[in-house]
Every structure is written in C-alpha cells, then in structure tokens.
C-alpha cells in the first residue's frame, strides 16, 4: 500500500470514530436491530476501505457523506433482501446514543412505527437528518438529490407524521 494510501486509511478511520455514534444511531432506527446495525457498519466501512484502497479509484470530496451514503445503500440492500419493511423486531439495545430506558424504548417504538407509516423516501431523509446529524446539504448529497427536494420531503414527512400522532393522539 502506497504512502497516499496509508494517508487516506487513516483519514478514513479517524472520520469512522468520530461519527460512529451517529452512523450507528442512524442503522439502528434503519434496520431496528443493533447487531444488524453493526454489521452493516462493518460493511460499510470494508467497502470503503476497498474503495479508497485502488490506485486508480477517483478521491471522494466529503468521507463524512460517502460513509453515510455507503451505509444507506448497505441498509436499503438488507431490508430489501430480508423484507424488513413491514416488520421491525425491537431490541432493548437499538438506540445507542442514549442510556436504554422504558421511556426510551416506548419513544422509539412510538418513532419506528410513524416514520413506517410515511412514504420512504420521506422517512429516510428524516432518519439521516435526526439521527445521522446531518445537515440537509449533507443529506442532499448522501441521497444525490437536489436540497429543495431534501426539504420538502422533511417538511412533508413531519407534517404527516404530526397528523398520525393526532390522530391516534400520541
């Protein structure tokens, strides 16, 4: 491996252990289990380490955004694979950015069953704005779409999710 390379490895590690929580926040409320979130982490990670590790392959310009983008398309894979759309088992483990409590847990289970209620392409992009800590540039990136769109789809799915909660008045 090449001394460039050994440079980006390092970048790529040191920006894993930075935003670690919030990656692994984010595949928590993805696929709702921690152990699937981990592996899909791990994925993530090995296949932009593979990336980054080619010669030729082109530089990314934000390692922050590929990484997020990267779990995104690993966690959109394994839901399709397992059909984990409709069901999401709860774990007592799944937020780990916060101290696990029933509180904590009935919260989340209150936010994994609106944020299924709502469209998908609305729902991912309040999950990666919440729980990745991402800006909505950032998440305009991550999903290559346009940042009007981004918002739109936020303002469009907390209203509906607002709704749902008046309706059944959570």
Same mark, same amino acid.
């Given at each position: 491996m090449s001394q460039e390379n050994n440079i980006i490895m390092k970048e790529l590690t040191e920006q894993l252990r930075r935003d670690q929580s919030h990656l692994m926040r984010y595949a928590c409320y993805r696929l709702g289990d921690a152990?699937?979130?981990?592996d899909a982490l791990q994925d993530a990670y090995l296949k932009v380490c593979e990336k980054l590790s080619h010669e030729k392959s082109s530089k990314v310009k934000d390692l922050r955004n590929y &990484?997020? @983008?990267? &779990? !995104?398309?690993?966690?959109? !894979? @394994?839901l399709t694979m397992s059909e984990k759309y409709k069901t999401i088992p709860l774990d007592t483990r799944l937020d780990m950015a916060i101290s696990s409590t029933e509180s904590s847990e009935a919260d989340y289970q209150r936010i994994a069953q609106l944020l299924m209620e709502i469209p998908e392409d609305q729902a991912e992009v309040i999950r990666l704005r919440i729980y990745g800590d991402n800006s909505f540039a950032d998440v305009a990136e991550? &999903? !290559?779409l346009p940042l009007p769109t981004v918002k739109s789809r936020f303002l469009y799915g907390l209203e509906k999710i607002r709704r749902a909660m008046k309706q059944t008045n959570y």
């Open positions: 152990n699937d979130a981990k &990484l997020f @983008r990267t &779990l !995104s398309n690993i966690c959109t !894979s @394994r991550i &999903l !290559s």
